[in-house]
């Protein structure tokens, strides 16, 4: 819902970081690294180290801001790197969660993740063909000016509200069940508004 307007200010605040720390890097290890701590992330979870777990996690969404600025910062950009930063991303949305409830190892945990995927699985269909249509059709990424390699069409779930998310589960891991359920809720509504749009506009 806000990442459009988030991508700025964090651009700005990553930049230095890139030009100093890590010039020399190349963004695909950067991408790398953050799908290695974002799965060490989700098993820290599911040995119930959550404190652990939460660092690791901000770490993750630290470095997988980076890439893509050391990318633009130093004209690196490609297809195959947002191609795997998409990829990667993916597989840690779905191994945090995976490892909390494996952690907690409860019948309502795992039914309350198994419709966190389900949403996750729906919603990620709607946004990722919607965007290969607005390329299609000249409504790219490039021709809005966006920083990403493909557009990304907004929601009431973005990046932004993952992120908090994920927070809360590994803050409030008690909590989990019920912060499942309203994620899976507030992401099918995503996928929904998606649809309604697509009817309107995909003539």
């Not at 988030?6 to 950067?30: D, F, M, N």
């Not at 790197?81 to 795992?110: F, H, K, M, S």
Request: glycine share 10%; net charge neutral; charged share 10%.
């Amino acid at each position: 819902m806000i990442d459009k307007v988030l991508r700025y200010p964090k651009e700005h605040i990553l930049a230095p970081v890139a030009g100093r720390l890590l010039h020399s890097v190349h963004p695909t290890v950067v991408t790398v690294a953050a799908c290695v701590v974002g799965l060490a992330s989700a098993g820290a979870a599911w040995q119930q180290l959550y404190g652990l777990g939460l660092g690791l996690w901000a770490l993750n969404r630290v470095l997988d801001g980076l890439d893509g600025t050391i990318a633009r910062l130093y004209n690196k950009q490609s297809d195959l790197g947002g191609y795997l930063d998409i990829v990667l991303d993916t597989l840690v949305y779905a191994a945090v969660p995976l490892g909390l409830a494996l952690g907690v190892n409860t019948i309502a945990g795992y039914m309350s993740l198994a419709l966190l995927f389900s949403s996750f699985y729906i919603n990620g269909a709607s946004w990722m063909y919607m965007a290969a249509l607005m390329e299609k059709r000249q409504h790219g990424a490039s021709e809005q000016g966006e920083m990403t390699t493909i557009t990304m069409p907004g929601g009431l779930i973005e990046g932004a509200e993952t992120i908090a998310f994920y927070i809360l589960f590994l803050l409030f891991p008690g909590a989990m069940v019920p912060l499942f359920l309203l994620m899976a809720l507030l992401v099918f509504v995503t996928a929904v508004q998606r649809l309604v749009w697509a009817i309107r506009y995909l003539r």
